[in-house]
């Protein structure tokens, strides 16, 4: 696609359920990165992707986080047993090259996610 | 550990005013990088500007320039002949090893008509 998609764009979840993220990056993109950003706050890195595998997953605030991206492209997000403090917007980027370095990364809008 | 810290919680500029706006850093690495995006409400985060620390030379794009202090460790963003577009939130941002960024708490720009 022209830009990397997120969906659902806006979840309401009731305290103690399971949500998916989904992140479509731009098409051939190499990196995919996952931050976090709390309300008034700016994004907090949580997990990276080169390809399919994931080498650094240490912003990810609990077990009950969990990425992946299987294939390569997509890259879902899942937060099992969802808690208050969980409620934010999910923010996915990708980049053509690996890494950070010289390379341009292009942000998605962003998953709301609201624990009530 | 790595930080960056934008002191201006508001700023408020007059349409085709010039206003600067504030970043530090702290890093103890040699090779990085430091951005300024802008977020508008549909939170999609839009890179404004990009400096490479082993460059003197300030990064300009339009009517967006920095002012890189590398020994002071600041990175300050000037948008010159402001326009109502340009009100969004503005986060600073530095590189931190090879997948990271770091983001300040951000700046809230409002352009006045």
């Known amino acids: 696609g022209a830009g990397v998609s997120q969906s659902p764009r806006y979840k309401v979840a009731k305290r103690g359920q399971d949500v998916a993220l989904r992140c479509d990056p731009i098409?051939?993109?190499?990196?995919l990165f996952w931050y976090q950003q709390a309300l008034g706050q700016g994004p907090e890195f949580l997990t990276y992707f080169q390809n399919e595998a994931q080498l650094d997953k240490s912003g990810l605030p609990s077990d009950r986080f969990f990425a992946e991206r299987p294939e390569g492209s997509v890259s879902t997000l899942k937060i099992q047993r969802t808690q208050q403090e969980d409620s934010a917007v999910y923010l996915c980027?990708?980049?053509?090259?690996?890494?950070?370095?010289?390379?341009?990364?292009?942000f998605g809008e962003g998953s709301w996610l609201t624990v009530v | 550990a790595q930080t960056v810290t934008q002191s201006q919680p508001e700023m408020s500029v007059q349409e085709a005013e010039t206003v600067t706006l504030s970043c530090t850093y702290d890093?103890?690495?040699?090779?990085?990088?430091l951005f300024w995006y802008k977020q508008p409400p549909s939170r999609q985060m839009i890179l404004v500007i990009r400096q490479e620390a082993y460059k003197q030379q300030n990064a300009t794009e339009n009517r967006f320039s920095v002012n890189f202090q590398k020994a002071a460790k600041s990175f300050s963003l000037k948008i010159s002949d402001s326009q109502l577009g340009d009100a969004a939130m503005y986060f600073c941002a530095s590189t931190s090893g090879t997948y990271k960024y770091i983001f300040g708490t951000g700046t809230r720009l409002k352009v006045l008509a």
């Open positions: 098409s051939g993109h190499v990196s």
């Open positions: 890093t103890s690495e040699s090779d990085y990088y």
């Open positions: 980027a990708s980049s053509l090259g690996a890494g950070l370095s010289g390379n341009t990364i292009y």
